[in-house]
């Protein structure tokens, strides 16, 4: 993911998915939007794995913590409203443009009900809506992942595959977010 | 080329007449007389004597360029055949001036005409691994010219070629474009080798190229972003195909040559012909091409 990243610097807007955008990149806002997002996502991505260790939460909570807010903070301030952006301006007509929506919007959604949850001191709602956030935010691994798997297996349209992963990418984590959730209750 | 022959052609013509006009407006009296007593026989014997009485034999002769023999051109990995344009450009006595273009390679020729058999063997300068020798022999009643070719190399992969040419006329034209028969749906395929048993292809749909037009409308985003990347090469080079360049790229000569009967190479550098519309469209599919090319099965968008 970091060299999906990397290929955009040094700044250039004519460069790898950029290259098929050219009817969008005139505009500054998607510019903006663009480099916000592939920066702190990033931030969030790696920020997220150490989040779910145990030990790390008990043991050193001031980790936890730190880490916690840079994810929470790269989220909610920057990642997710810039795909928003970019999600209004998607590849593949209207159905993948709603999915990349409804995925930044779930995505703000979920997060900032976890920061309620900490003011809350509510640490099991914390917990399970941390879960479905970063669910959503693996879905720039699983998309990536879907669509390497489908067309090395199906080789559709390069378009028909943009829009089935739009909605695969996160739609799947969610219902495994779920799962994870349901079975932590019965604990 | 072609066209400056033909404009010096015309112009000479326009000159000829011309020059009789002249004469004809300032006659003296003893010539209209002569004129008047001139029998029909005179006039039929000036008409034979014109010099270009050979010019309906003028023109670009287009077709298959097939190899004589089948040993060897697998191994050697040769085309077993080609679309040719054989142009013949100049017949001056007992000479004949033409040019050949085929799978990228423009070569000019000369050599003798017997213009009671019309038969003519022609050769090429020579300075150039594919140059040989053409005969032929010309018939104007069926618009046809047949004959053969030998490589002045014959380590060559197809050493020796034969041809039966049809007369065509060239002209750009942007209206020109891949034929789709609605009531039968079928899929091309592009090939890098004339090989039955080299497998590898790319499929690509007729129905959806057909539709499109690099030439005569501008492409939008939305027309070209779901095309495979075969799709996206043809709608390309369909813009080169009408301007009438010869493909060194096999994939696409193959496929034009076999599934494109207007084709006609006539040129091996078409970039000055290009219309703006066409070299922004070219820009365009370009673009997704790449991407199509890097990207498609890649981990990534």
């Known amino acids: ?46 920020a997220g794995f150490t989040q779910f260790s145990k030990k790390i939460r008990t043991q050193f909570s001031k980790v936890h913590k730190v880490i916690g ?18 999600g209004y301006y998607a590849n593949g007509g209207f159905w993948s443009q709603l999915a990349f929506c409804i995925l930044a919007i779930g995505w703000f959604w979920f997060s900032l009900q976890a920061v309620r949850a900490l003011r809350q001191r509510n640490y099991t709602k914390h917990q399970f809506f941390m879960i479905r956030s970063f669910a959503l ?17 199906f080789q559709p349209r390069p378009m028909d595959v943009y829009q089935i992963v739009a909605w695969l990418g996160w739609a799947l984590n969610l219902i495994v977010a779920e799962i994870i959730i349901i079975k932590y209750l019965k604990k | ?57 003028l023109g670009f002769y287009v077709g298959a360029f097939i190899t004589s023999s089948y040993e060897d051109v697998h191994k050697k990995k040769g085309s077993y055949h080609n679309r040719i344009n054989i142009s013949v450009d100049r017949i001056q006595n007992d000479s004949l001036y033409g040019h050949s273009v085929v799978a990228g390679n423009s070569r000019p020729f000369k050599g003798s005409f017997d213009k009671v058999t019309l038969f003519a063997k022609v050769t090429e300068p020579g300075d150039d691994k594919y140059d040989g020798v053409f005969e032929f022999t010309l018939y104007p009643e069926k618009n046809k010219i047949k004959g053969v070719w030998i490589a002045n190399n014959n380590q060559l992969a197809v050493p020796k070629r034969k041809y039966d040419l049809d007369k065509k006329e060239f002209e750009y034209n942007a209206g020109l474009n891949l034929h789709f028969d609605e009531e ?20 690509i749909d007729p129905s959806i190229i057909s539709k499109l037009n690099a030439s005569s409308q501008e492409l939008t985003n939305q027309d070209v972003e779901n ?64 991407h199509a090319k890097r990207y498609y099965d890649y981990f990534g968008r």
């Open chain 2, 227 to 290: 095309l495979n990347k075969g799709e996206l090469e043809i709608l390309r080079n369909l813009i080169y195909a009408r301007h009438g360049y010869s493909f060194k790229n096999r994939k696409m000569r193959y496929f034009f040559d076999s599934a494109i009967d207007w084709y006609i190479p006539v040129s091996t550098d078409v970039r000055k012909e290009l219309t703006s519309l066409e070299n922004k469209n070219i820009e365009l599919i370009k673009r997704y091409e790449q």
């Open chain 2, 1 to 57: 080329m072609k066209k400056i022959i033909l404009l010096i052609i015309a112009i000479t013509i326009f000159s000829c007449k011309k020059e009789e006009k002249k004469h004809d407006v300032l006659p003296n009296k003893e010539e209209i007389n002569k004129a008047e007593t001139e029998t029909p026989d005179d006039v039929s014997k000036k008409q034979e004597t014109v010099p270009d009485s050979n010019s309906n034999l």
């Open chain 1, 69 to 86: 807010w840079i994810y929470l903070l790269s989220v909610l301030l920057f990642a997710a409203p810039s795909g928003l952006i970019l």
């Open chain 1, 137 to 153: 935010t693996l879905s720039a691994i699983t998309l990536r992942l879907w669509k390497y798997l489908i067309v090395l297996i």
């Open chain 2, 184 to 203: 039968y749906d079928y899929n091309l395929s592009l090939h890098n080798s004339q090989d039955e048993e080299n497998g590898e292809f790319e499929s």
């Open chain 1, 1 to 46: 993911m970091f060299q999906i990243t990397i290929q955009y610097f040094p700044i250039d807007f004519d460069v790898a998915f950029l290259r098929i955008k050219q009817q969008y990149t005139h505009l500054t806002h998607y510019k903006i939007a663009f480099y916000i997002h592939v920066t702190f996502s990033v931030f969030s991505l790696f």
